[in-house]
């Protein structure tokens, strides 16, 4: 294999001349009267550049839309650009040689061969962490795309336990390539799907070392968690990949670089469009175009113009405490962060000059980001105030300061929060070393785990976890119910199966459960004429008495339904259990086995009762 160095392939009918880019984000502040228009301008910004350069196909790394259920109006101008650009006569210089059932989720056959449309400028695309499959029926918007044979959605995985990544077979003249596709996964699954070999890698049946072959995955490259292994390294990749496109993390790094783990290239091309403000993102944004024949291969980066200007600065206000006259004077500190921006806007003007394409000023207001440490007590600005006299001379008014403290490391090294002994407390570490926000399902996992007394008996911590992202992240309204119906439904498959239940161990269970809850009650109310809720004497007597009576018969537990069913909240009182028992003696008897179930399945979800 030959690098890009030193390389000069002449485009002819042998080489595959392939336009690279990930990330695009399309919909990212698409409510934002200054940057709402951004994403999709440098989408099609990419698609001119594949049309004049007369590449073969565009590759899509995942992340092409921003949120997991796109706008209309998202999807709607998506859908223009990419019919604007991608349908047309100009022939299809390559074939598929692959079976399209074997790498393609719901389509039969290949856009650019479907008789019903003229396609001039293939595209192939995988998923990313923000538009994967999600809710009713596992869609997700790539599908809807692929559906209107707009592009070809590959690289999807339905189960992550054991699978296997099957490449799709091109080849254009004597140059044969096998792609490989991997949409976005966890990254602690896949890393643990790769390190316990459930992962199998397909190879073309024959010649096998005649195909040049090329990865596209959506993961973390590095390393962000110091506990979780969240990223992929590459020595977990197989050896006889020839390329490695790597998408997901946003600094760009076009250039090919040799693996320092595996025996292959790796380019990383970075977002379009930036999504935060951070150093990663400040990076000037590129586009590549890969040209592959036989086995050599050259990479050649294209830089975007329609990006705006973005400078981010890092001001630690103990450096300049000679100038700001004292610690506490926020006038003198807000006007020397007012002198910054202005630099900053000054240096934006000069280092990126507006670009013949972008029409409009307001297209070219600058990003502008200080992040302002005032580590040692130094007075701070209102940030909503400090913005306002830079509207119409920023894109982001709003947010052009950060505020940020040091936080001492604790002696391992890492940045974990001195308030938390629980040594799985982390936080996210981004490429500055900065702390990042904690995510909600780390939260739940810590929270949650198996030394922690509210730790699960019958839902899976993990399970858990990922619906809560699908409820949060991708607007799935549905995915927590959805989880517990599932849950329960399992469980009862499990018990049904299970010989050892019987009504005897059940009962024995339940009042073995309810000396505890009645112990528990006792030591909270046993010495007070009011508990910490606030209840009377004789309301703990009458609860303590309900309790006796539960334990001296167990079939008057008040939280599962006498016809088999979880009462899903409903309580229901002794006295009804009792009547409800009383009048259908012999149908409970003839559903004993299915209320046994139910009882211990309760027994188990019951949370515990904390002092």
């Known amino acids: 294999m030959t690098g890009a160095a030193g390389l000069h392939i002449p485009p002819d009918e042998d080489t595959f001349r392939i336009l690279i880019a990930t990330d695009n984000h399309l ?256 990076v000037k944004k590129h586009v590549g175009i890969l040209e592959v024949r036989g086995s050599d291969v050259r990479l050649q980066p294209i830089p975007l113009t329609t990006p705006r200007p973005f400078i981010i600065e890092d001001v630690v206000l103990s450096e300049y405490a000679a100038d700001l006259g004292g610690r506490t004077d926020s006038a003198a500190v807000q006007a020397f962060l007012r002198e910054r921006v202005h630099k900053c806007i000054r240096r934006a003007e000069i280092e990126s000059p507006r670009p013949p394409a972008i029409t409009h000023s307001s297209q070219w207001l600058p990003l502008i980001r200080l992040r302002v440490d005032v580590t040692g007590g130094y007075a701070t600005v209102n940030v909503q105030q400090f913005g306002q006299e830079f509207v119409d001379k920023v894109a982001n008014p709003d947010d052009i300061i950060q505020i940020v403290r040091r936080k001492a490391a604790n002696p391992t090294g890492s940045t974990r929060s001195r308030s938390s002994a629980n040594p799985l407390v982390m936080y996210e570490i981004d490429a500055e070393g900065r702390e990042s926000r904690t995510r909600i399902e780390d939260l739940v996992r810590v929270h949650l785990q198996d030394d922690n007394r509210d730790s699960l008996g019958v839902c899976h911590e993990l399970q858990l976890c990922d619906a809560l992202v699908q409820f949060v992240d991708k607007g799935d309204n549905q995915a927590i119910e959805a989880y517990a119906i599932g849950r329960v439904q399992a469980l009862q498959k499990e018990l049904k199966r299970d010989e050892s239940v019987t009504i005897a161990n059940v009962s024995d269970q339940a009042r073995t459960r309810m000396a505890a809850y009645r112990q528990h009650v006792e030591q909270d109310n046993g010495s007070g004429a009011s508990n910490a809720n606030g209840r009377s004497p004789d309301s703990q007597a009458a609860e303590q008495a309900r309790l006796r009576a539960m334990m001296d018969d167990p079939g008057q537990s008040d939280d599962v339904d006498h016809h088999g069913d979880l009462e899903g909240g409903r309580r229901q009182s002794p006295a009804t259990a009792r009547r409800a028992a009383s009048n259908s003696t012999s149908s409970s008897q003839r559903r004993s086995t299915g209320s046994a179930i139910q009882q211990q399945l309760s027994n188990r979800s019951r949370p515990r009762v904390r002092r």
């Open 27 to 282: 919909g990212c502040n698409e409510r934002d009267p200054i940057r709402g228009d951004d994403a999709m301008r440098t989408f099609e910004e990419i698609l001119i550049i594949a049309k004049s350069s007369n590449v073969d196909f565009v590759l899509l790394g995942g992340d092409l839309f921003h949120h997991n259920k796109p706008t209309r109006q998202t999807l709607f101008n998506t859908m223009q650009i990419l019919r604007k650009h991608c349908l047309g006569d100009r022939p299809v210089a390559f074939q598929m040689l692959s079976d399209p059932a074997t790498v393609f989720h719901e389509r039969s056959c290949c856009n650019f061969e479907d008789p019903n449309i003229n396609v001039s400028l293939p595209i192939f695309a995988i998923h990313g962490n923000h538009d994967d499959p999600s809710g009713y029926g596992g869609h997700a918007a790539l599908d809807i795309l692929d559906s209107a044979s707009l592009l070809n959605y590959f690289g999807r995985v339905d189960d992550i336990s054991e699978f296997c990544v099957r490449p799709i077979l091109l080849r254009k003249g004597s140059t044969r390539l096998a792609l490989y596709g991997l949409g976005s996964i966890r990254d602690e699954r896949l890393h643990r799907a790769l390190v316990g070999k459930k992962v199998a890698w397909a190879r073309p049946n024959q010649d096998t070392n005649e195909w040049y072959n090329m990865l596209v995955l959506h993961q973390n490259r590095t390393q962000h968690s110091v506990v979780y292994k969240n990223s992929i390294p590459e020595s977990l990749l197989p050896n006889f990949l020839d390329l490695v496109v790597w998408a997901h993390e946003h600094e760009c790094r076009i250039e090919l670089e040799r693996s320092l783990q595996g025996n292959f290239l790796v380019t990383q091309p970075g977002s379009s469009a930036a999504t935060s403000l951070c150093t990663a993102e400040a």
